[in-house]
């Protein structure tokens, strides 16, 4: 065993930036046997009654969750919870258990515990992180009911003490939600990714989170203190003074960056040489608006649309889209409003019963091996024109009352782009025939996400009004490598070549059109990366609204010649790793 003194450094996947320093507290969650008991027909109604109770309050628990991120939580938080009472509202949670409690005969826990284990099977199977994500928030709301069905005693997030770093097999929403940042330094886990509801929640509370890490050797070392280095995947056994010293200064440093960021959020995005940068922001949730506007957004750049859908389980009327865009693009005051048209299918669909109306919708699209290649986004609203007809309209009805722009997701052909322009105008026309008023002229943009389209830019720069570079699924197609998926992760380099010399390429179509391109994603925000695309001709970038401070510092630290001289160098590396290091040796740490 290495002595108390002996440093050891650890590696991992960074998730949530930051340092964190403090003691190691192992938070672990017992499975208890779940017993098995015969009951008599009398007593069936008796269990009944102790399930709803137990699903009553577990409901209560997240609402209450809700309620306090509402006043002081990131809203990212509160959707991921209101995911977790849409489940609790699920005929699998209500009607199927109380059916199996009838037919079986068994005590609640255990007729309870069988059913969520067949379905954790049935979605661990899938090689879809979708539903490797929904596997963990049926493990998260199940563990809520099953401690209301028979209270144990358990370690809460809420009850750690001070300064400590949380080290876990893997970390669930609602632990994670519970955590107080004041308490907890930062976490550490064995297990989880960049996009899972814990990582979201982590990155919204600003505690720096590490995972992919062998916690096996932190039980065979004794332990007196910790550093997490959040931002490069580092966990740091029993540091010594000179590296604690050093970590500290860091992190006297993030600090005061952060309190200075948020003084200055009413600055323009603009170089030291006056080039400015509009930066716009991403958004899911129209009750959001308010925050973003609050972070000097110059716009809504990318209005996730299918969350309208997702949150209700159900395509929304024209009429309750009209009036949802008519009442965000009235807050705008004039900046624009980017809708993304309905992103469906992939990783983004619900499981709905055969008599759900919406039901025929998804039966082509609910057993594709290769959901990310399947039937989404585009090619799913073409088939079903009905719908992309329907939200097109009501985009169209509330245009008279700003500025609307409509944003193809997935496009990979022109054609695509010819129809969506000729369904515009259709339903333009017959709007105006009914003496309705709308702007015909909207603005319409190709998301460039897939390969085909960004070799293809040239072409669709001549019939598109505008770009929408979205790197995050681009990174993932170019170099086929799966985000979510551990075993490839290592192979996500934003810093790879090829994407930058694709995105010069886009920009380069799009300018010489005479269009204008935006930028989004996690690359968009990423401070080593800000000042290499602003030298590639990137000049709007699109973010989450709690981004946009740092991304406004980093490009008031530059001027415009020093970026582009920035990126020439950049082109010239031929690798992700060589490309990573020159970034580095620019001296790029001045951002920050």
Not at 130 to 157: C, N, W
Not at 215 to 228: A, F, G, T
Not at 294 to 313: H, M, N, Q, V
Request: charged share 25%; glycine share 6%.
């Amino acid at each position: 065993m290495p002595s108390r003194g002996e440093e050891i450094v650890l590696r991992g996947v960074p998730i949530s930036k930051g340092i964190g320093i403090g003691c190691p507290v192992f938070f672990s969650t017992v499975e208890d046997p779940v017993p098995e008991v015969i009951i008599s027909t009398k007593e069936i109604d008796q269990e009944i009654v102790r399930y709803r109770h137990a699903l009553d309050q577990s409901r209560k628990d997240v609402q209450v969750l809700q309620s306090h991120c509402a006043k002081e939580g990131p809203p990212e938080i509160f959707s991921i919870l209101n995911t977790h009472l849409e489940m609790m509202h699920d005929p699998l949670l209500t009607s199927v258990i109380e059916e199996r409690i009838r037919d079986m005969q068994r005590n609640i826990e255990s007729i309870f515990h069988h059913i969520i284990e067949e379905y954790k099977q049935r979605f661990s199977a899938l090689q879809d992180h979708y539903f490797q994500e929904r596997t963990r928030d049926i493990v998260d709301v199940s563990r809520r009911i099953l401690g209301h069905l028979r209270p144990l005693a358990k370690s809460k997030m809420g009850d750690i003490p001070h300064n400590s770093i949380v080290l876990a097999h893997e970390l669930v929403p609602s632990e994670t939600v519970e955590a107080s940042a004041s308490l907890v330094s930062a976490f550490v886990t064995a297990t989880g990714g960049i996009t899972s509801h814990a990582a979201i929640i982590a990155r919204a509370k600003g505690i720096p989170y590490v995972a992919n890490v062998d916690l096996k050797q932190l039980k065979q070392i004794e332990v007196h203190s910790l550093i997490v280095d959040g931002s490069q995947g580092l966990v740091i056994l029993n540091p010594m003074r000179a590296t604690l010293k050093k970590y500290q200064q860091l992190q006297r440093h993030h600090q005061m960056n952060y309190k200075m960021l948020k003084s200055s959020v009413h600055l323009k995005g603009e170089t030291i040489d006056g080039y400015e940068v509009r930066i716009f922001a991403n958004l899911e949730n129209p009750k959001e608006m308010s925050q973003l506007l609050e972070a000097g957004a110059s716009g809504i750049g990318l209005f996730r649309s299918e969350y309208l859908y997702l949150s209700r389980k159900r395509f929304p009327s024209e009429q309750e889209q009209f009036l949802i865009y008519k009442k965000m693009v009235k807050a705008l005051k004039g900046r624009p409003l980017v809708v993304r048209i309905f992103d469906v299918g992939g990783d983004k669909k619900v499981d709905l019963p055969k008599d759900h109306p919406d039901a025929k919708y998804f039966e082509l699209i609910g057993h594709e091996l290769n959901p990310a290649l399947g039937c989404r986004a585009i090619r799913f609203l073409l088939r079903y024109p009905q719908i992309l007809k329907t939200q097109l309209r009501a985009i169209l009805r509330a245009s008279q009352f700003g500025e609307i722009h409509i944003l193809i997701p997935m496009l990979s052909d022109v054609c695509e782009l010819r129809a969506v322009k000729e369904l515009v105008q259709q339903e333009a026309q017959q709007l105006q025939q009914s003496g309705v008023k709308v702007n015909p002229h909207l603005p319409i943009g190709c998301m460039i996400e897939v390969p085909s389209s960004a070799i293809m830019c040239d072409t669709l720069a001549e019939e598109a009004d505008f770009f929408s570079i979205g790197t995050n699924d681009l990174v993932q197609y170019i170099l086929a490598a799966d985000r979510a998926n551990h075993h490839t992760a290592e192979l996500y380099f934003t810093t790879h070549p090829s994407i930058l010399r694709l995105i010069r390429m886009v920009v380069n179509a799009a300018n010489k059109a005479r269009k204008p391109v935006i930028l989004c994603g996690e690359l968009a925000a990423d401070p080593m990366m800000i000042p290499l695309l602003i030298g590639l001709g990137v000049r709007e970038f699109s973010v989450a609204a709690r981004h946009i401070p740092l991304v406004k510092h980093t490009i008031r630290k530059w001027r415009i010649l020093d970026a582009c001289r920035l990126a020439e160098g950049a082109l010239e590396q031929v690798s992700s790793q060589e490309l990573k290091q020159y970034l580095s040796s620019e001296g790029l740490a001045r951002n920050g």
